[in-house]
């Protein structure tokens, strides 16, 4: 779970050469992240979209309105990506 972790952010950012930027949590650095409802090392990774959930989204170090984004993304496109907007939206209503 580490070497996913470490793939998905600071070494992802490396690859984009984007790590003086982003990829982990440091001063100066954007601060992008989720807050997840466990941690991921300790769920049995055949579980965790079962068991973990997004409890916030932080863009900036500015928390997200999902429901309003999603919404918003709605109105753009309606067409597209219609069960993802319903699932989001559905999914913040259950927690």
Known sequence: ???A????TINGAYQLKR???VGSL???????FVELSADLTKVNPL??????KVQGT?????????????EEANAIDPS???????SSISGLHSH
Not at 47 to 52: A, F, G, L, N
């Open 19 to 21: 790590d003086n930027e």
């Open 80 to 86: 597209q990506h219609q069960d993802l907007v319903k």
């Open 47 to 52: 579980e965790i979209t079962d068991k973990v």
């Open 26 to 32: 440091e001063v100066g650095k954007y601060a992008d």
């Open 1 to 3: 779970m580490d070497q």
């Open 5 to 8: 972790l470490k793939a998905v």
């Open 58 to 70: 932080w863009v900036g170090g500015k928390k997200i309105d999902l429901k309003k984004f999603m």
